[in-house]
Structure formats: C-alpha cells, structure tokens
C-alpha cells in the first residue's frame, strides 16, 4: 500500500538477527568464504537503509544560508533520518573558519555516531572533492585493509569523453560489511556536472556508464564479483527533461532505482527544493511543493547485484502548518533515504 504522509521507521529488528545464525567465525572476522555449491537460488537477505544527502556547499545562496546556520540542521536530519549509510555531495574543501567544510560535516557527523570511510584525498588536480561516505559502526564497518576497502576517483578520467570546461568532480567508494550477517557491499557517492548544456548531458551520459563498468573492474579486481552495489547522489538528471539521462544509463546497465520500491513515502515531493512555482526562493521555499503526481528528483539511489529496494522517502520535517521545519532544513535538497533488501553474498 502506497504511503504519503511523513513516516519515519527502522526495521532491521528481527530481520537482521534472524540472518546473523548465517554467518561463519570466518565471515566474522573480515574474511568471506566461497560459496558452496548447494548455496540457494536466492541467498539469505538482510536489510540496510542507505540515504544520499545534498548537502549545499559554504557559499550557498551567496552565504545568505551560510554553512554556519546550516551545519547543526544537516547533522540533526541524518540522525533522525539514521541510515546505516550515508552519501554526501557538495561537501568539499572549501575553506571554513580554519578548516574545511568536509572536515567539519566529518566533526559534526561524528558527534551523531557517524565515521568516514575514508578522510584521504585520492582525487587528481583539479577534481572537487565534494562526494563522500558515511558509516553507523553499530550496524556496519569497513571491509578489509583501508587503502583496499575505500578510494576517491576522477569522474572524469572514468568518463572516457571530454569535459571542456565543466569542473571535473570526484567519486568515493567503499567496501562496506553489515555486521549482523557478514554481507558485503560496495556504495558509491557521486555528484553529476549540473550545467543545462548539450555537452554537459553528454558527460553525464558517459560518466554514469564509467561508473557502472568502474565497479564492475573494481569488485572484479578483488574478487568480489556480483557482490551488491549501491550507487548514491546527485546526477542532475531527471526523466522528464532527460528520458535518456544518467538514469537511464544505470538502468540500462542493470541498476534499479529504490523509487521501485513497493512503499514510497513523499513521493510527491521533489529531492531538490527546485521547482518552477518555488524557483524565486532559490531553493528555501518556506514549505516544500507538492506535486500532483510524482515529483521531479535528481537524487537518486540505485542498486545492483539482486538489490531489492523495499522502500523509499523524500525525508522531510515539517512543523504543523506545513512549513520545513528549519531546525532540520540543512539544504536546498532533501535528503533521501531508502531501505534496501541485499543478497547476503559471499564474495
């Protein structure tokens, strides 16, 4: 049944610890054991949430909602919002009142019990570093030695076209463990070029088809083939202008989208506070538009590998008028959460 208010749950409980009797001292430790040949079918499963968050660089709106006012809100919006994981975009190295906002949205974020996969900078010159990953150590942890478990790439150099002069950006990724069944996943944490130009749409285009071969040579390189994956962020596609987007080429490229999912919730509203009603607020309208079918969204969360979304939120706190609820609003994007069911594989 379709749900559309606001609606806020976790359900691993049971789930996960009916999947736990499944795993292996080996599995425990670290080291995955070859599947058997009377292995189902269909493997065991375990449900994970995952969420992808723009969250708006320091300069955003020209400093009107300034990193300061915002950063709190963005860690309160992840902690009620409490993935297992989490992918940040716009989150780089811009200076910050002696730091940088990456490594103050890293403070922050910890303080509500999240840890980096990985704070090393592996992105080439000139590349942004702005897309990241996040972890609950209560729930999952880094999968093998540091330098083979996360990295950061050019979106660029896995494009295989050329940029011109669209800023390249980076992508992070990390091998991840639920630690209840011992499954392990890869995700991923990308952020699109978002100019509306023809040969923007074509570096998209290519770069989400880099992405889906960069992981297929990256689990292959391991050993760890047809181990689930989980691609989050910011593409800067949506259907209606780009039926044949970045999207799409996932899709094509065997990635399913969690707005599949059997339940969504706010569907209705748009991952980007962006719209042609609200444009004049530049994305802080005082309450989020509400379609009359489903929204448009630019954020996505898709899988593969025998990845089932179960369900989807646009996750949105609003007070009783209907208005964002501003001790939550971190961004011009919502965040967006999905729980997803995963083949507990072993690798």
Not at 8 to 16: A, K, Y
Not at 133 to 138: A, I, K, V
Not at 240 to 256: L, N
């Amino acid at each position: 049944m379709l749900k559309t208010g606001i609606h806020d749950t976790d359900e691993r409980g049971m789930v996960r610890r009916s999947f736990a009797i499944a795993t292996t001292t080996a599995v425990a430790a670290g080291v995955l054991v070859a599947p058997s040949h009377s292995q189902p079918l269909d493997p065991p499963r375990v449900q994970i949430t995952v969420a992808t968050y723009n969250v708006c660089k320091v300069s955003c709106m020209g400093g009107r909602f300034s990193w300061a006012k915002r950063r709190k809100a963005i860690a309160r919006t992840v902690a009620a919002a409490h993935p297992d994981v989490l992918a940040v975009q716009e989150a780089p190295t811009l200076p910050w009142r002696g730091t940088t906002q990456w490594a103050d949205l890293t403070r922050v974020l910890s303080r509500r019990g999240y840890r980096p996969t990985s704070t090393r900078d592996g992105c080439s010159a000139g590349c942004t570093r702005g897309a990241h990953l996040y972890f609950d150590p209560g729930r999952v942890r880094l999968f093998g030695t540091s330098r083979r478990a996360t990295g950061m790439e050019s979106q660029r150099r896995l494009s295989g076209t050329a940029w011109g002069g669209i800023q390249d950006r980076n992508l992070s990724w990390a091998y991840l463990q639920d630690i209840a069944s011992g499954g392990v996943f890869l995700a991923v944490s990308l952020h699109l070029p978002n100019e509306k130009t023809q040969r923007a749409e074509v570096v998209r285009r290519s770069t989400a088809a880099g992405v889906a071969s960069f992981v297929q040579r990256l689990n292959a390189g391991r050993g760890l083939s047809g181990i689930p994956v989980i691609v989050m962020g910011d593409l800067n596609s949506y259907a209606s202008r780009q039926p044949k987007g970045a999207q799409q080429v996932f899709q094509e490229a065997g990635f399913v989208d969690a707005f599949d999912a059997p339940e969504r919730i706010n569907g209705r509203y748009p991952t980007a506070n962006y719209t042609p009603a609200t444009r004049h607020w530049h994305g802080f309208p005082p309450s989020p538009f509400r379609y009359s079918g489903w929204a448009s969204r630019i954020d996505y969360v898709l899988a593969a590998n025998g990845v089932r979304p179960r369900s989807y939120e646009v996750f949105l706190k609003l007070r009783a008028d209907g208005r964002f609820d501003n001790r939550f609003r971190g961004s011009d994007h919502n965040l967006v959460r999905a729980r997803l069911s995963i083949p507990v594989v072993a690798g």
